[in-house]
């Protein structure tokens, strides 16, 4: 009925064959009790025997049969298991010093049948993994035991025959006994003649049933058989212990059958709990947003997966390496995950700092993804592959570009108010930049880095991060490859650069507004003044011509913005500004490129020359630090100087960076020329704001361009005045004529 009801346990299943065991250990007993003939004797304990270990073997049956089933021994089993087997081999033994040859040959036969060799290795498998989740299918032990149990029949039945033989010797011997003794007495004979002839026909109705009975088992294996009993003498009790015999291998059997059809229903039931969690994932699998996929460790892919996946990739091919899969269009990226998931494996590096390590971001398909791999491990620790999360943050991007879009416009809204004549010269200035570097004029890799560069810092000076961030992406790419950027980069850079125009293009104006001229107050009196005293015509036409040039302190005044910028970037006080422009005027275009490279030199300052409040005030300056602009105008020179109260330029460390990279060093001439020389830089680290070493080359050479020279004045710990200067007469429209106001 348990059987029936599928609620067989393991502890239930070894009871009954306990309890079938002790009844046929009573019958053998019995079968033991027969007769002291030596013979027969041992065919008797050599069917006791097969008996015996035929049960070990059937308790394994189930034992193991269950524990397969379950993957693992449940608590005890694993003893009972050992034990079993200890005293199969025991009852082996006697069987083997008692049986009989066609016996011993069907058992040696038994041991070298394939299947059970088979039984024989799963059951050593089961005692090896003690200590680990048991994976034999439990089926093959089933059928591989089954095939021992039926041989193990076949030699039952063959002990059985064994044991007939030897029961009918002792017939024999007792008819050779009595007429022994009709020889030696023959008045004992003749009294004796119908007594032995009623015993021996007794005897021999016995032996034949019971001999019946055995032969029809052999045959049909129908364990329910049974011997009639003819009497209630020794062969009596023979046959109620081989009838008991019977009986308990009706109930082993019984048993099995029952707990292998709740076996099958387990699995039965535990396929279906499989099949609907596996239900349940997929439904998962294909309602999640994210792209879901688990990466073996040789790199390929399960063959689950998310449905999101497949919408962004397409389905995997058995064995495909997943960054083959995901980055089939960027050979760059395909390369980093490929590098990166082989050093996950190598086991050299921690765990976390390879997965952190593998690219983060992706573009396919015009979609931005984001990657993410959490690792799965063994029980030991061991790496055994990852978890892919693949997000798409298109729709947030976007979002985060709007919101860049429209806080940079306001910055440039705001700085058109103060200044619309700069924010033309920006667009002009940075337009012929932007196409200079698109027609490829730039035919040397340090052009390239000067142009790029200045672009950088001209559309940061103007707040313009989307040219900004994509010249920076450009000039990395030209520092670390040291060659002109591909097509594809360039063309971004053309393309933000033209979205910028288009948002800007309402605040631009017409071309009369590019033309238009800012005179200042005292300018108008100077002039005012100029004519009162009469001065000559050719004079005051010169002064009114230099109201076409630009004054400086309209670019000193966008200087002193990219400063304060540049300083809340860097987490620094808000510097204090001094500009002296000594009423200087120069021609806007002739100056423009200079004015971009002088940008490049504020840089530097606020982010080498002014050090960190902290710093400044255990030096004993106050936390925010002093900026100078200024310009003059003398009758051979045009002069230009930026100054900071910083910690001054560290020769020491300049003439290190310097012998380093294989540049001249002895002299301060040369540390000069080295401060000023493409790629060189003293900074630890590169950032969007300095440190790529060519933001000063770029100075340099647009200051030779115009014939000018620079100087470095310093003192360690009192700051640094760059002063770059000009020929007056190659320059002489470009100032205000002597005696206008500064």
Request: charged letters at 30%.
């Amino acid at each position: 009925g348990q059987a029936d009801a599928k609620a067989v346990s393991l502890d239930s299943v070894l009871k009954v064959f306990g309890a079938i065991n002790v009844s046929l250990i009573r019958a053998n007993a019995g079968l033991s009790e027969l007769s002291d003939d030596g013979e027969l004797l041992r065919s008797i304990q050599s069917l006791v025997a097969v008996h015996e270990f035929a049960e070990r073997a059937s308790r394994q049956h189930a034992l193991l049969a269950h524990a397969f089933a379950s993957t693992q021994f449940e608590p005890g089993a694993f003893k009972t298991l050992v034990t079993l087997m200890t005293e199969e081999e025991l009852y082996r033994e006697v069987f083997t010093a008692n049986a009989s040859e066609s016996a011993r040959a069907l058992h040696d036969a038994s041991r070298s049948d394939a299947r059970v060799r088979r039984a024989d290795a799963l059951r050593a498998a089961a005692i090896a993994s003690t200590d680990e989740a048991l994976a034999v299918d439990h089926n093959a032990w089933f059928d591989a035991q089954q095939e021992r149990l039926d041989r193990l029949a076949a030699i039952e039945l063959e002990a059985l025959t064994g044991m007939r033989r030897a029961a009918a010797a002792k017939v024999a011997d007792t008819r050779r006994t009595t007429r022994n003794g009709i020889a030696v007495s023959a008045l004992v004979l003749l009294l004796s003649v119908a007594l032995a002839f009623v015993l021996v026909r007794g005897l021999s109705r016995s032996i034949e049933v019971l001999g019946e009975a055995a032969a029809h088992v052999r045959r049909t294996r129908d364990y329910a058989t049974r011997a009639r009993k003819t009497a209630d003498d020794e062969f009596g009790a023979l046959t109620d212990a081989f009838n008991e015999m019977l009986a308990g291998i009706q109930a082993r059997d019984e048993a099995l059958e029952g707990h292998r059809q709740n076996l099958e229903a387990t699995v039965a039931e535990r396929t279906r709990e499989l099949e609907k969690r596996n239900g349940e994932m997929r439904l998962v699998l294909d309602n999640v947003d994210q792209a879901l996929v688990t990466i073996r460790r040789d790199g390929t892919m399960e063959p689950a997966y998310s449905a999101a996946f497949e919408r962004l990739f397409g389905a995997p091919s058995p064995g495909e390496h997943f960054a083959d899969r995901i980055a089939d269009h960027d050979p760059r990226a395909r390369a980093f995950l490929r590098m990166g998931w082989e050093a996950a494996c190598d086991d050299f590096l921690p765990l976390e700092v390879v997965l952190d390590q593998l690219p983060k971001a992706l573009l396919r398909g015009g979609r931005h993804l984001t990657l993410g791999f959490k690792p799965i491990l063994s029980p030991e620790g061991q790496f055994n592959g990852a978890l892919m999360v693949v997000t798409d943050v298109t729709a947030t991007m976007d979002s985060v570009r709007e919101y860049e879009r429209q806080r940079e416009y306001i910055q440039v809204f705001e700085r058109a108010v103060k200044d619309r004549i700069g924010l033309l010269g920006f667009v002009s200035d940075t337009g012929k930049l932007v196409d200079a570097v698109s027609a490829r004029t730039a035919a040397e890799v340090d052009h390239v880095m000067r142009l790029v560069h200045t672009i950088k810092g001209n559309a940061g000076l103007w707040g313009v991060t989307s040219v900004a961030s994509v010249a920076h992406e450009i000039e990395s790419f030209v520092v670390e490859e040291r060659s002109p950027p591909p097509d594809e980069q360039i063309e971004a850079l053309k393309e933000a650069w033209r979205a910028f125009v288009a948002r800007v293009s309402g605040l631009l104006g017409g071309a009369a507004q590019a033309t238009r001229v800012d005179v200042t107050h005292e300018e108008i009196e100077a002039l005012l003044e100029m004519a009162r005293q009469r001065r000559d015509h050719a004079e005051l036409e010169r002064a009114i011509e230099a109201l076409r040039n630009e004054r400086t302190d309209v670019r000193f005044n966008r200087m002193k913005d990219q400063a304060e910028t540049l300083a809340r970037r860097l987490g620094k006080p808000k510097p204090d500004v001094h500009i002296d422009t000594g009423g200087v005027r120069l021609p806007a275009a002739r100056f423009a490129a200079m004015w971009q490279a002088l940008c490049h030199v504020v840089r530097n300052v606020m982010d080498h020359g002014i050090e960190m409040p902290e710093a400044r005030v255990r030096a004993g300056k106050p936390p925010g630090g002093a900026l100078t602009l200024c310009s003059r105008a003398t009758a051979d020179e045009i002069l230009i100087e930026i100054g900071d109260d910083g910690a001054g330029i560290d020769w020491e460390r300049v003439r290190e960076k310097a012998a380093a990279v294989g540049l001249p060093s002895a002299t301060r001439r040369d540390l000069e020329a080295a401060l000023f020389s493409p790629g060189f830089s003293t900074a630890e680290q590169v950032t969007d704001v300095s440190g790529r070493g060519v933001g000063l080359g770029v100075a340099l050479h647009e200051c030779g361009r115009l014939a000018g020279r620079v100087e470095i004045d310093t003192k360690a710990g009192e700051g640094t005045t760059f002063r770059f200067r000009f020929p007056r007469e190659l320059n002489e429209a470009a100032v205000l004529p002597a005696g206008a106001p500064s």
